[in-house]
T-cell receptor
Framework: SQELEQSPQSLIVQEGKNLTINCTSS?????LYWYKQKYGEGLIFLMMLQKGGEEKSHEKITAKLDEKKQQSSLHITASQPSHAGIYLCGAVPNTGGFKTIFGAGTRLFVKA | NAGVTQTPKFQVLKTGQSMTLQCAQD?????MYWYRQDPGMGLRLIYY???????DKGEVPNGYNVSRLNKREFSLRLESAAPSQTSVYFC????????????FGSGTRLTVV
């Protein structure tokens, strides 16, 4: 079965600094989601990547899927306190699928 | 536009008690899901409903039942709660299948003592 490993598990950064979160799949991905979860709240969809080498941005957050479609990175530029939360990657199931596998998440803390 | 609404937001149960978690969406989505979130384990799929009238097991269905009451509502029932079911439960919906992303509710924090 497919597994997603996220690193690091948690991250503390100073406001204004850049950071990167990684998501590695045990199998080639059909596609990958990135979600953000504010502490104590539900998940918010950030973006979905499907093509090898694809890169997307959402405000100051950029995510990229590698050419082999087994690894994705999420990069935040000039972090702000509003970026704090849990970032989760999820493996997009094949067309018509319903079972998304999620990584365990990366907890991001931003110090003002 | 409320999106996905879950009730209750918090609940404490005694071992052996039963309860139903309610979920409703107003986006006319076909598919609905129940996930649980535990520390260090991410989200795990309990049950899903691909469309009105169908339900299927996910990764961790034991101890739970679901009902797709209509297109809007998808409930999760714990018949005899156990401490291992202490978790945060999320309901989600998607237009059809999961490849276009989910809309999540804000969660129900359940503690079983």
């Amino acid at each position: 079965s497919q597994e997603l490993e996220q690193s690091p598990q948690s991250l503390i950064v100073q406001e204004g600094k850049n950071l990167t979160i990684n998501c590695t799949s045990s199998k080639t991905l059909y596609g990958l989601y990135w979600y953000k979860q504010k502490y104590g709240e539900g998940l918010i969809f950030l973006m979905m990547l499907q093509k090898g080498g694809e890169e997307k941005s959402h405000e100051k957050i950029t995510a990229k899927l590698d050419e082999k479609k087994q690894q994705s990175s999420l990069h935040i530029t000039a972090s702000q306190p509003s970026h704090a939360g849990i970032y989760l990657c999820g493996a997009v199931p094949n067309t018509g699928g319903f079972k998304t596998i999620f990584g365990a998440g990366t907890r991001l803390f931003v110090k003002a | 536009n409320a999106g996905v609404t879950q009730t209750p937001k918090f609940q404490v149960l005694k071992t052996g008690q039963s309860m139903t978690l309610q979920c409703a969406q107003d986006m006319n989505h076909n598919s609905m899901y129940w996930y649980r979130q535990d520390p260090g384990m991410g989200l795990r799929l309990i049950y899903y409903s691909a469309s009105e009238g169908t339900t299927d097991k996910g990764e961790v269905p034991n101890g739970y039942n679901v009902s797709r009451l209509n297109k809007r509502e998808f409930s999760l029932r714990l018949e005899s709660a156990a401490p291992s079911q202490t978790s945060v439960y999320f309901c989600a919906s998607s237009e059809l299948g999961a490849e276009y992303g989910y809309t999540f509710g804000s969660g129900t924090r359940l503690t079983v003592v």
